[in-house]
């Protein structure tokens, strides 16, 4: 078959959510086109389509197709196809979504070598992290796994309290109870980062010239 053809076909496999028929497909094919992939648009769609990229990712072309990529993994919480393609492309605009993302999305930045991405994507992830509902525990996995200290100068770490005030500022919140509870959120949020920045300069001026600063949660 040509392979617009096999591409329809493969297609239309797709539309069954049948794992067991996809199986004995792609042992006949080399590439699953990604244009064969839709976008979920019920809980059925999501669990299946969060299926198939997990499962079959070596399967999946990359190259050419990063965006839709990174946008099905995100949308469907696919931690196996985000892990391949944080292996296979320097895609960095979406670690912030992995931040705020699910448990197991989040995870996968624990894996990543932060030393020498630049500080307005790590500040932007630390800002994601702020976003979930594991805000605070996030924040200090990621500090404590350099994402927090500056690459430009490794003896300064990147400093969040100002800017994310400035943000508050300029939020919209919604009116009623929900908005009245995520405006509180967001001051605890405030607060935690301050507190944290303010003990970090102390416990930088105890250490003298060594420079070395501990990132234990401030009280």
């Known amino acids: 078959m040509e392979k617009e053809d096999l591409d329809e076909v493969f297609g239309l496999l797709i539309s069954y959510q049948d794992l067991k028929l996809l199986d004995t497909a792609v042992r006949y094919i080399k590439n699953i086109p990604v244009k064969q992939i839709s976008l979920p648009e019920s809980l059925s769609d999501y669990r299946f389509m969060r299926e198939l990229l997990n499962r079959y990712t070596k399967y999946i072309e990359i190259k050419d197709n990063e965006k839709n990529l990174w946008n099905l993994s995100l949308i469907c919480e696919a931690e196996g196809m985000a892990e391949q393609l944080l292996k296979k492309t320097k895609d960095y605009q979406y670690l912030p979504r992995l931040a705020e993302g699910s448990d197991k999305m989040f995870r996968q ?111």
């Open 109 to 219: 930045l624990l894996h990543i070598r932060c030393r020498n991405i630049l500080d307005e994507v790590k500040k932007e992830v630390l800002y994601g992290a702020l976003k979930s509902d594991a805000w605070k525990e996030r924040f200090e996995l990621l500090a404590g796994k350099g994402w927090k200290k500056s690459s430009q100068n490794r003896k300064e770490e990147i400093c969040l309290g100002d800017e994310y005030l400035k943000r508050l500022e300029i939020k919209k919140y919604t009116s009623g109870r929900k908005g009245h509870l995520e405006q509180i959120n967001d001051r605890a949020r405030l607060r935690f980062i301050k507190n944290y920045e303010e003990c970090a300069k102390v416990q930088k001026k105890q250490t003298g010239a060594s420079g070395s600063v501990r990132t234990d949660t401030p009280v």
